[in-house]
């Protein structure tokens, strides 16, 4: 986790940079806006900015917005300067810290940002069959493609390919091809030159400079664009890079990870991703199981998050009932790990007795699990259902059976984009541009973690 700390480095931000440092950051820092954007501008990377609320943050923003620079921006200030956290939220900044800091909000805001505080637990034979196999390709240089579905923990893998590596005393830089726009995407990897476009007022490195020696993940690479993925391609098998508006090209020393949620194989055959490059990125396939397939995970990692939940919101942690452990073991987990460390996170929160019972394995909106019941009941219900949604479609257009379609497969994902769209077997954009024409016509869409709200974030 790198964190760029912006603004006068004294007091209680001082204090802030020692809490994040003690978490394992690490933490770069300058005083001014423009300092900040020349340093990302280097190739100085940071995964996340913190700065301080004096700043001018729409400025900075709109800087990085104009240069293609792609970076999660957070405020921090006196808790009683309410004014001025509203409007760093307005101009864009993803959270608000207040001053004096406290180390578990430091900590938080640091885990969801950067993903880091995912241990890699597993006990199941399948998974550790998996670990194996990456220790034996960890130490080369191969290109190394992680499948399986949303959740599995493809992330958390590429990570530890990369502290396996005899590159993990390099950087380790990610790049979600997902989530950053299609237009942003080509400077966010390979950087570009002053005046390449409107707003490149300044050289800028990309992710690929910025990995030199090191390992580069690029997440959920299927939603990359064809044109973008010929010149990955040419990145891969020259081992150079040419910067958008860029004159010569830039060698590279870097190792290749990449992760897809679909059938990446099967994208190729059919056009809808290059084969060749499937091929370069493809040397070794690491398939993650799904979470259902490894019964032994689910109780393990069921234990990992009471204790670590318990321990985050100051309550006494309390072993899990047999009941609820069998109960846990035969639910289905469509959302693989993120799916029960939410359902754990609230179950900590819901218990009452001296133990994690039934009673507290909870939906998000507090219902219970229908998955303890008979198998003739399910069919029951499943026949009632469809029977309802045959006649429920009688008399609306395509577009409103489409979109009712995806809002209630994004509520069921409680809110995963990614997953819904593996789903729903269309692309991460194309769901985020469904979801964008939802909101505008003031539709409720649901957010990571099952809030809804009718604005597109």
Same mark, same amino acid.
């Given at each position: 986790?790198?964190?760029?700390?912006?603004?006068?480095?004294?007091?209680?931000?001082?204090?802030?940079?020692?809490?994040?440092?003690?978490?394992?950051?690490?933490?770069?820092?300058?005083?001014?806006?423009?300092?900040?954007?020349?340093?990302?501008?280097?190739?100085?990377?940071?995964?996340?900015?913190?700065?301080?609320?004096?700043?001018?943050?729409?400025?900075?923003?709109?800087?990085?917005?104009?240069?293609?620079?792609?970076?999660?921006?957070?405020?921090?200030?006196?808790?009683?300067?309410?004014?001025?956290?509203?409007?760093?939220?307005?101009?864009?900044?993803?959270?608000?810290?207040?001053?004096?800091?406290?180390?578990?909000?430091?900590?938080?805001?640091?885990?969801?940002?950067?993903?880091?505080?995912?241990?890699?637990?597993?006990?199941?034979?399948?998974?550790?069959?998996?670990?194996?196999?990456?220790?034996?390709? +960890? *130490?080369?240089?191969?290109? =190394?493609? $992680?499948?399986?579905? #949303?959740?599995?923990?493809?992330?958390?893998? %590429? !990570?530890?390919?990369?502290?396996?590596?005899?590159?993990?005393?390099?950087?380790?830089?990610?790049?979600?091809?997902?989530?950053?726009?299609?237009?942003?995407?080509?400077?966010?990897?390979?950087?570009?030159?002053?005046?390449?476009?409107?707003?490149?007022?300044?050289?800028?490195?990309?992710?690929?400079?910025?990995?030199?020696?090191?390992?580069?993940?690029?997440?959920?690479?299927?939603?990359?664009?064809?044109?973008?993925?010929?010149?990955?391609?040419?990145?891969?098998?020259?081992?150079?890079?040419?910067?958008?508006?860029?004159? +010569? *090209?830039?060698?590279?020393? =870097?190792? $290749?990870?990449?992760? #897809?949620?679909?059938?990446?194989?099967?994208? %190729? !055959?059919?056009?809808?991703?290059?084969?060749?490059?499937?091929?370069?990125?493809?040397?070794?396939?690491?398939?993650?199981?799904?979470?259902?397939?490894?019964?032994?995970?689910?109780?393990?990692?069921?234990?990992?998050?009471?204790?670590?939940?318990?321990?985050?919101?100051?309550?006494?942690?309390?072993?899990?009932?047999?009941?609820?452990?069998?109960?846990?073991?035969?639910?289905?987990?469509?959302?693989?790990?993120?799916?029960?460390?939410?359902?754990?996170?609230?179950?900590?929160?819901?218990?009452?007795?001296?133990?994690?019972?039934?009673?507290?394995?909870?939906?998000?909106?507090?219902?219970?699990?229908?998955?303890?019941?008979?198998?003739?009941?399910?069919?029951?219900?499943?026949?009632?259902?469809?029977?309802?949604?045959?006649?429920?479609?009688?008399?609306?257009?395509?577009?409103?059976?489409?979109?009712?379609?995806?809002?209630?497969?994004?509520?069921?994902?409680?809110?995963?984009?990614?997953?819904?769209?593996?789903?729903?077997?269309?692309?991460?954009?194309?769901?985020?541009?469904?979801?964008?024409?939802?909101?505008?016509?003031?539709?409720?869409?649901?957010?990571?973690?099952?809030?809804?709200?009718?604005?597109?974030?």
């Amino acid at each position: 986790m790198r964190l760029l700390i912006v603004g006068t480095l004294n007091g209680q931000l001082s204090t802030a940079t020692k809490m994040a440092m003690a978490k394992g950051a690490k933490v770069t820092h300058t005083e001014t806006v423009e300092q900040a954007i020349e340093t990302l501008r280097s190739g100085r990377g940071a995964d996340l900015l913190m700065v301080d609320v004096r700043c001018d943050i729409a400025a900075m923003i709109a800087s990085l917005a104009a240069e293609h620079i792609c970076v999660p921006v957070v405020a921090c200030g006196v808790d009683t300067d309410a004014r001025a956290a509203v409007n760093a939220i307005r101009a864009g900044a993803k959270e608000y810290i207040p001053l004096p800091p406290d180390a578990e909000l430091i900590a938080a805001v640091l885990a969801a940002v950067a993903d880091d505080g995912h241990s890699f637990i597993f006990k199941d034979p399948k998974m550790a069959e998996m670990i194996r196999l990456a220790d034996q390709v +960890a *130490p080369s240089d191969a290109s =190394i493609l $992680i499948t399986g579905e #949303s959740g599995t923990g493809k992330e958390v893998m %590429a !990570r530890y390919l990369h502290r396996k590596s005899l590159r993990r005393d390099k950087p380790f830089i990610s790049v979600n091809c997902a989530a950053i726009p299609e237009n942003l995407l080509e400077s966010e990897l390979f950087g570009h030159e002053k005046g390449a476009f409107t707003g490149a007022v300044a050289r800028r490195i990309g992710k690929f400079e910025e990995a030199d020696g090191g390992t580069l993940l690029l997440d959920e690479i299927s939603e990359m664009d064809l044109r973008l993925q010929a010149k990955l391609l040419r990145a891969i098998q020259e081992r150079e890079i040419d910067r958008v508006g860029g004159k +010569a *090209p830039v060698k590279v020393n =870097i190792r $290749i990870l990449a992760t #897809s949620n679909r059938d990446l194989q099967g994208d %190729a !055959r059919s056009g809808r991703f290059r084969e060749d490059l499937f091929y370069r990125l493809n040397v070794v396939n690491l398939k993650l199981p799904p979470l259902r397939e490894r019964p032994a995970d689910i109780l393990a990692l069921t234990e990992h998050f009471a204790e670590r939940y318990a321990r985050a919101n100051g309550v006494a942690a309390k072993p899990v009932s047999l009941e609820a452990r069998r109960f846990l073991t035969r639910h289905n987990w469509t959302g693989n790990v993120r799916e029960l460390e939410n359902t754990m996170h609230r179950a900590v929160l819901l218990s009452t007795g001296p133990e994690i019972d039934v009673e507290a394995i909870r939906l998000p909106d507090g219902s219970q699990y229908d998955n303890a019941a008979p198998a003739f009941g399910v069919a029951q219900k499943a026949a009632a259902a469809a029977d309802a949604a045959t006649r429920t479609f009688v008399g609306r257009t395509v577009s409103e059976v489409e979109q009712d379609l995806i809002l209630k497969t994004l509520d069921h994902c409680l809110g995963n984009r990614t997953h819904a769209a593996n789903i729903l077997g269309i692309s991460i954009r194309t769901l985020r541009n469904k979801l964008k024409e939802y909101t505008e016509a003031g539709a409720s869409v649901p957010m990571p973690g099952g809030e809804a709200r009718a604005s597109y974030g």
